[in-house]
């Protein structure tokens, strides 16, 4: 059974950083692509990042462009997201999410879902 | 970035009635990268197709997708009561981005 448990949200004050991760287990790690979506509170969902099978591309939303940086370590089985000069509008449920294909690029659809991190930016 | 619209916003039908929804692009989608995803309160979001007519792994046969280019639709034959939720589009052919969503509710 495939299950990605995230962990890492909180509440943290606008400019500062969090660091998020996600436990992959029940596939292959280390033949999907990855990716971070989030979702604002009563909003829709949003791509913030994704990472190729094996971190080669590496694709980041424009809001978070410069500030997020995701990461994985497929010896341990886990994706990472590293977010920098959080805003008030970075506040929302962050979801770790596989890809459907293997060995795709760092864009794609997603087939399996954590349930999701709440990251709160307020000070 | 590709800008993906839905409409309706809201449909409203009762069990067992065809629900026809369309998502578009404002420029052709490459490869039909083309994905839809059901969300009920409170759970994470479910992939219904991708590939624009491919459906995902253990997804009922009332779920069919279609389309190409710019113009997608998703078409849920006979709705069942657990099919009223939230659907999203999303487009993967360049960095992705998803539509606003089509709310299904019971009339």
């Known amino acids: 059974e495939v299950q990605l448990v995230e962990s890492g949200g909180g509440l943290v004050q606008p400019g500062r950083s969090l660091r998020l991760s996600c436990a992959a287990s029940?596939?292959?790690?280390?033949?999907?692509?990855m990716h971070w979506v989030r979702q604002a509170p009563g909003k829709g969902l949003e791509w913030v990042s994704g990472?190729?099978?094996?971190?080669?591309?590496?694709g980041y939303a424009d809001s978070v462009k410069g500030r997020f940086t995701i990461s994985r370590d497929n010896a341990k089985n886990s994706l990472y997201l590293q977010m920098n000069s959080l805003r008030a509008e970075d506040t929302a449920l962050y979801y770790c999410?596989?890809?459907?294909?293997?060995?795709?690029?760092?864009?794609?659809?997603?087939?399996?879902w954590g349930q999701g991190t709440l990251v709160t930016v307020s000070s | 970035e590709i800008v993906l619209t839905q409409s309706p916003a809201t449909l409203s039908l009762s069990p067992g009635e065809r629900a026809t929804l369309s998502c578009g692009a404002s420029?052709?989608?490459?490869?039909?990268?083309l994905a839809w995803y059901q969300q009920k309160p409170g759970l994470a979001p479910r992939l219904l197709i991708y590939?624009?007519?491919s459906r995902a792994t253990g997804i009922p046969d009332r779920f069919s997708g279609s389309g190409s280019g710019t113009d997608f639709t998703l078409t849920i034959s006979r709705l069942e009561p657990e099919d009223f939720a939230v659907y999203y589009c999303?487009?993967?052919?360049?960095?992705?981005?998803f539509g606003p969503g089509t709310k299904v509710d019971i009339k």
């Open positions: 420029q052709s989608v490459s490869s039909s990268y």
């Open positions: 029940g596939f292959t790690f280390d033949d999907y692509a």
């Open positions: 990472i190729s099978w094996n971190s080669g591309s590496i």
């Open positions: 999303q487009q993967y052919g360049s960095s992705p981005t």
């Open positions: 999410a596989k890809d459907v294909k293997t060995y795709s690029s760092s864009s794609g659809a997603f087939d399996y």
């Open positions: 590939d624009a007519s």
